[in-house]
């Protein structure tokens, strides 16, 4: 099995080294480059098998980047950066990349983001079973199991789960999680989502007040892992 | 009647007392002596004297001479002055005439100034009492010319000069003779025809700060006692606008250099602060550029475990510095959105926990907390720096506890640690700026608590530190909870395959 290719864009020298070495050493092949224009080319020459994007680059910025893969190809996208603001992550997921992880960050959570972007997306029409850690959502007769225990839920709770483990490992933001369950007119009704959310975790989590598996991206959106995975 | 000789009047009015007099002297000749007759003729005088101008009773008196010399000195009815006492009584009756007259009048000046001076005086001190009460040069020019348009029954104007010397607010038409009266620093009379002014510049220490105007119905000059007044007046204004301006100015300066401490406090703690994680960092992974092949593998991890959590200590105090400089901005702008404290608390605790080598903590959770509208990374914020907080003072052994509660209108959050807690009198300092408890040994510029105030009173919350009961410190904040939230309905048609 060939080692996945991963382009690293980031203008930061020594970053970029580091990035390097922790990608290598973790089973990657690496390219890199320090500019979005050069990204672009890379993309283009060489079909990285994902792309770890910084925002601040100094020609064309990060979200320019990520509209022109976008506007190409599919391959997963995570973006570094020392930004933290929500709106900078909620406009990153909704242009569609697949994580966004915040600078300072420890090298394990960083490879664990990354191997989960890398897994198979999900062909939805496909997939009669969708499994994220311990849980087990069973599509076609709409049923979810968590530990191999039966959990009860309603249509919308479902609904919600249903598509968080789609894109299980990667934040899905409110208001698209509002606009897939309820639709577009709900979009920004953000506060309606707290109350399924919360009944959501009291039903699939051993503690809801500690959740391991339904995450909150704080302001952001929420996203489902593994329980004690990585 | 239309006078044709002004006091023409008074001068008629007095002749008829002399002449009325004289009728009276008349019709009681018969029963009196001619002493008598020159009594009456002198009461008469005194009278008038008393009551009418100089001139009016020098008239009447001639009058009343004439007629009682007339009447009563022989020859009968005819002028003459036979005898050298009937002249000698005549003259006295001059000369009485004329002193009392001329007291009366002087008593009168006298009395008109007096009564002049005491309604200047009550003027200046009513506008003195109002103007002492202010602390706003805005309103001390218009009260100014309240009191200005009141006593001369005219319109004034104040005109302020602003620093890049124009008038304040000034009316097209005024800005002329005031530019021309502020340029001489002097009291300034414009006369033209149907538009008399009167300008006078309001002194200040180095220039005079504006320029008060006055359009009278008829103009007066300095020396007359309206232009003592109006005079008067303008220097109360000045005055009172000198002392606005200078406490204004040391307030000023007290806030820039209080500002100034702080700046200086924050620059020494922060370099401090920032140098300390650094300094070991580079210290450390010098150590293992040099000597990695000769150290042992548990030192190599040691020292790389120490460059790891001191980068994070760094991160923490950037956040916390950042976050300041926003929150005492005076401009800023939340980005609130509803938020579920279990949800910030559990992010938080994981967080928190992610770091390593720190205590475990109990979160209790109200299972029906109402939402808060809180900006989300701040609330983080707020539960990370109290949790460090704790787990900082509680130190090996620290036991933390979260507890979420819902009050009427609101949500309570408890950090408790099991530490040596607070003391009673340190309770309320705890939030100060680089306050930092007695004897704690390790770092932390002592703002962590200060940016928790800070985030809690943008959201319009309060912060209180307390004791834990049993032992140790309890910090509690309590944020205005939103209104319920219904459920969204079950979306009605059940949607096919979700397409994100």
Not at chain 1, 161 to 187: C, D, E, F, M
Not at chain 2, 276 to 301: G, N, Y
Not at chain 2, 410 to 434: C, H, L, M, W, Y
Not at chain 2, 485 to 492: G, I, K, Q, R, V
Request: aromatic share 6%.
């Amino acid at each position: 099995m060939t080692r996945p290719l991963v382009l690293v864009v980031e203008d930061d020298t020594v970053m970029r080294r580091v990035l390097t070495v922790a990608l290598r050493s973790n089973g990657y092949d690496v390219r890199s480059t320090d500019s979005g224009r050069g990204a672009l080319r890379e993309i283009e020459t060489n079909t990285p098998d994902m792309v770890l994007l910084d925002l601040g680059l100094p020609d064309i910025d990060g979200f320019e980047v990520t509209a022109g893969i976008r506007r190409e190809r599919e391959l997963p996208i995570i973006v570094l950066s020392a930004r933290d603001e929500e709106h900078h992550q909620i406009r990153a997921f909704d242009d569609g990349v697949n994580d966004y992880v915040t600078k300072p960050f420890r090298e394990g959570e960083l490879m664990a983001r990354i191997r989960a972007a890398l897994r198979r997306p999900i062909a939805i029409s496909e997939r009669r079973e969708i499994r994220c850690g311990d849980v087990h959502v069973d599509v076609s007769q709409r049923r979810v199991f968590v530990g191999g225990a039966e959990v009860a839920l309603t249509a919308t709770e479902f609904k919600v789960l249903h598509l968080l483990a789609q894109s299980q490992g990667r934040v899905v933001t409110h208001s698209q999680i509002l606009r897939a369950v309820w639709g577009p007119s709900q979009a920004y009704e953000v506060q309606y989502l707290r109350v399924y959310m919360r009944q959501l975790r009291q039903k699939i989590e051993e503690d809801a007040s500690q959740p391991r598996r339904l995450l909150t991206a704080l302001g952001v959106g929420y996203r489902l892992v593994p329980a004690d995975g990585d | 009647m239309a006078a044709p000789i002004p006091g023409a009047r008074s001068a008629i009015r007095a002749v008829a007392w002399a002449l009325a007099s004289a009728g009276l002297a008349y019709a009681v000749q018969p029963y009196a002596q001619r002493s008598d007759l020159e009594m009456i003729h002198l009461l008469v005088i005194v009278l008038i004297a008393l009551r009418f101008s100089l001139r009016d009773t020098l008239i009447a008196c001639t009058v009343s001479t004439v007629s009682f010399d007339f009447l009563f000195v022989p020859p009968h009815f005819a002028f003459a002055l036979t005898d050298a006492k009937n002249a000698l009584v005549f003259i006295a009756m001059f000369v009485v005439a004329t002193v009392i007259s001329t007291l009366v009048e002087r008593m009168r000046r006298q009395e008109q100034r007096a009564r002049a001076a005491a309604f200047q005086a009550e003027a200046l001190y009513g506008l003195n009492v109002e103007l002492a009460g202010l602390t706003d040069a805005r309103q001390l020019a218009a009260v100014t010319v309240r009191h200005l348009e009141r006593l001369f029954d005219a319109r004034a104007v104040v005109l302020m000069r602003t620093p890049d010397g124009a008038f304040d607010g000034a009316d097209p038409r005024d800005v002329e003779p005031a530019e021309r009266a502020w340029m001489r620093r002097e009291y300034t009379r414009v006369d033209a025809p149907g538009a008399k002014s009167i300008w006078l510049p309001i002194a200040g220490i180095r220039a005079p700060l504006g320029v008060v105007g006055l359009m009278p119905p008829e103009s007066f000059a300095k020396e007359s006692e309206q232009g003592f007044l109006l005079v008067a007046c303008v220097n109360q204004l000045a005055t009172a606008t000198e002392r606005v301006l200078l406490t204004n100015a040391v307030h000023r300066t007290e806030l820039e250099t209080e500002t100034e401490r702080l700046r200086n406090s924050l620059l020494s703690a922060v370099s401090h602060d920032l140098k300390t994680p650094l300094a070991t960092m580079i210290a450390a992974a010098t150590t293992l550029l040099r000597r990695h092949a000769t150290l042992d593998r548990e030192t190599v991890e040691a020292l790389l475990a120490d460059i790891v959590g001191e980068g994070e200590r760094l991160n923490e105090l950037i956040l916390n510095l950042l976050s300041i400089t926003r929150l005492e901005s005076p401009t800023i702008l939340l980005r609130r959105l509803p938020q579920a404290l279990d949800e910030v608390v559990a992010e938080a605790v994981l967080r928190f926990e992610k770091r390593g080598e720190s205590p475990s903590v109990r979160v209790n959770i109200d299972a029906d907390l109402p939402l808060v509208s809180a900006e989300p990374l701040l609330l983080q914020q707020l539960l990370s720096n109290l949790l460090e907080n704790g787990a900082r003072h509680a130190g090996g052994e620290a036991v933390l506890e979260i507890r979420a509660t819902a009050g009427p209108g609101s949500v309570t959050v408890q950090v408790a640690d099991n530490g040596p807690g607070i003391p009673e009198q340190e309770r309320d300092k705890v939030f100060e700026k680089f306050y930092r408890a007695a004897g704690s040994r390790d770092g932390g510029v002592g703002l962590g608590l200060t940016i928790c105030r800070a985030i809690v009173q943008a959201h319009g919350g309060k912060i209180a530190a307390r004791g834990r009961p049993g032992g140790g410190a309890l910090i509690e904040f309590s944020l205005p909870a939103m209104a319920e939230t219904p459920l969204l309905p079950e979306p009605s048609p059940p949607a096919e395959a979700v397409n994100a």
